[in-house]
């Protein structure tokens, strides 16, 4: 019979109880986020029954409790002013006013931020270091007294006339977060960005996994923000800066 080396059966052994630890952690985080994403489709679902006919106080509280449940430093809520294709700060959880917006028509400089980029290809993106990643926006923190690492935005949509498309650059990241050139639905628009800042605890950045959950609860506002286009421009206005971003080529 042939003999066994040395230390075979040991290393067997180790080779099968990685295998089994690797497929209970696997388990067990599929567990947490189903448990995540019935917990946050269940808060938001709650919201809207309890604010449906108070939109913009519907968008604040949707805002903090996914920030939360995500474990955001700060939540912000961005909205889409749609006669100057311009994306307003309304909200961002520390008191900041009005006077910090994207114009979205200057495509470069609105792609070089996670805000801009979920605004422009409508898909949610999770980023652990945006300096890193090169979208960081240095003035925004030094005005802050603030420093941003890790970031996470979905976009907040809703259906109708091709006329109003926001959404127009013509590509799409999968779930797994590979890019790939596909034309967006015509009849998508982008009202919105939620944006979460700085996860406070470890592994201080947020789950991609969870922050798709977060954008599929935040679909449930659709119609809610379809019925509400009007006070939603009015509260973006409100929160243009009295000098608005400068025209592309101007």
């Not at 002013?81 to 009005?98: E, F, I, K, Q, S």
């Not at 996670?114 to 290809?121: E, I, K, P, S, Y």
């Not at 449930?220 to 019925?227: G, I, K, Q």
Request: net charge negative; aromatic share 4%; hydrophobic share 45%.
């Amino acid at each position: 019979a042939p003999r066994l080396r040395p230390g075979s059966d040991a290393a067997g052994t180790g080779t099968e109880a990685a295998q089994g630890d690797a497929a209970t952690a696997g388990s067990t985080a599929a567990a947490e986020l189903a448990l995540f994403e019935r917990s946050i489709f269940e808060t938001v679902n709650t919201l809207i029954a309890r604010h449906r006919t108070r939109p913009l106080l519907l968008l604040g509280r949707v805002t903090l409790a996914i920030g939360s449940a995500l474990g955001a430093d700060r939540s912000q809520l961005w909205l889409v002013h749609r006669p100057t294709h311009c994306l307003a700060l309304v909200n961002d959880g520390a008191g900041r006013g009005p006077g910090r917006a994207l114009d979205l028509r200057d495509r470069a400089a609105a792609l070089a931020t996670v805000v801009g980029t979920v605004a422009l290809r409508a898909r949610a993106e999770a980023v652990t270091d945006v300096y890193a990643d090169g979208r960081a926006r240095p003035d925004w923190d030094g005005a802050d007294m603030y420093h941003t690492n890790a970031l996470a935005a979905l976009p907040l949509v809703t259906y109708g006339p091709a006329a109003d498309v926001v959404v127009n650059d013509g590509h799409r990241q999968s779930a797994e977060g590979s890019q790939a050139a596909e034309e967006v639905d015509d009849s998508l628009r982008v009202v919105g960005v939620l944006c979460f800042v700085n996860r406070l605890d470890p592994p201080f950045a947020f789950d991609a996994a969870m922050v798709r959950a977060a954008s599929r609860a935040a679909a449930l506002l659709e119609a809610t923000l379809e019925h509400a286009r009007k006070e939603l421009g009015i509260a973006a206005h409100a929160a243009l800066p009295p000098q608005l971003p400068p025209q592309p080529g101007a």
